[in-house]
């Protein structure tokens, strides 16, 4: 199938997800110039939304013209020097690729695992190491739609950096990076800010600056260098580093906008009534879910395959006859888990409603 034959996908899985159509209307704007005065305004606006969804005033918020995972690079690359002994709790998928960014950074890592569906515990990270330089975790944890304590690790992270990684919480569910004390976090727009992928919002407070690699292995996600990119603080000489995205830090601007104008707030609890009627809904259509009560991501479901049910026929049934995208499970859960996202536009009631629907009759006839 072309994708011009395609009207129109629910994409209901870990992936990216339907987008704000305040962030699409944006992508179809005429283009800014990157050095336009009137997109170094929307940058700076951008910036300003990102630290209100960070829940930071760090004054080196940006967007990081990259994709998440180039998010976590700039983290480890700019903050690990040789030798460091960086803690790392894993629960997942993105824990483990953690583990082997740090690696290449020349960390010294200590990889601490819990079990899949389970949230990584603080006290057992804290106490890995008697002198960690960064202690790390993943907030929302795609593969297994778990949530972890990052307040706990920040209350009890003492001389070590926190390095976080909120792809998946960010404009869904609680998250206070300068509250929790959170040094250095990295993300991504393709999930809850309900943005196309292919930025990496990202953080770092004075803390982290201070300690930083004076010369980073990589040139393009060198922090020192980008101070001029983003005009470091409001109003300061912008200096060329590398050509913007310009429709992306538009599209974001314009979605952070709108996140502003329903409220924080009022978009966490949207998400996590979504999420609790769907995890409510698939547990009375008799299915069990997989991530450990008390955990659950509302924004991104996991859910067993009931025995005898060839998880991929439902993939395809739903994808076939409802336009409808979910996610499979990840590495040795791959055909005995679902990822059901309901992220930013989708968490509604009537995306909830459409899912569970569907999901009754492919599980009946596929
Ligand atoms: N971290 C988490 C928790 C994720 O879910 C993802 C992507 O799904 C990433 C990192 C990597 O982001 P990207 O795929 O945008 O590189």
Redo the contacts with the bound molecule.
């Keep these: 199938m072309s994708a011009a034959t395609i009207a129109f996908r629910h994409l209901f899985g870990?992936?990216p997800t339907n987008t704000y159509p305040e962030a699409s209307l944006a992508l179809s704007r005429p283009l800014l110039g990157h050095l336009d005065p009137a997109f170094l305004a929307e940058m700076d606006h951008a910036c300003e939304g990102l630290r209100r969804v960070w829940g930071t005033q760090n004054r080196r918020t940006l967007p990081l013209s990259a994709?998440?995972?180039?998010g976590?690079e700039a983290a480890f690359v700019n903050t690990v020097h040789p030798g460091d002994v960086v803690v790392i709790g894993v629960n997942g998928l993105?824990g483990e690729?953690m583990c082997d960014v740090a690696a290449r950074c020349g960390a010294d890592v200590v990889r601490v695992d819990f079990e899949w569906g389970q949230p990584v515990d603080a006290e057992r990270l804290v106490t890995a190491h008697p002198h960690p330089r960064i202690i790390a975790a993943?907030h929302?944890?795609?593969s297994t739609g778990v949530r972890s304590d990052i307040a706990a690790l920040g209350a009890a992270k003492g001389d070590a950096l926190l390095l976080v990684?909120a792809?998946?919480s960010i404009g869904g569910i609680e998250l206070r990076a300068d509250d929790w004390g959170i040094d250095v976090g990295y993300a991504?727009t393709?999930k809850c800010l309900g943005v196309a992928?292919g930025l990496a919002p990202f953080t770092i407070n004075e803390r982290a600056w201070q300690r930083r690699v004076a010369k980073p292995q990589s040139w393009y996600l060198d922090l020192g260098m980008l101070g001029g990119y983003v005009g470091e603080a409001s109003g300061a000489k912008r200096t060329y580093h590398h050509t913007a995205p310009v429709a992306m830090v538009v599209s974001l601007a314009a979605a952070l906008d709108r996140i502003g104008e329903e409220g924080l707030e009022n978009v966490w609890a949207r998400h996590q009534g979504a999420g609790d009627a769907l995890q409510h809904g698939l547990q009375e259509m008799g299915l069990e879910l997989f991530a450990a009560d008390g955990y659950r991501l509302p924004e991104l479901t996991t859910v067993k395959v009931p025995a005898g049910v060839d998880s991929a026929r439902v993939r395809g049934y739903l994808l076939d006859r409802y336009d409808i995208e979910i996610g499979a499970g990840v590495k040795q859960f791959a055909s005995s888990v679902w990822r059901i996202g309901l992220m930013g536009p989708n968490a509604n009631p009537g995306s909830v409603a459409l899912i569970l629907a569907a999901l009754k009759d492919a599980i009946d006839r596929a």
């Design positions: 870990p992936g994709t998440g995972s180039a976590m993105f690729r993943v929302a944890e795609t990684d792809v998946t991504g393709q992928p």
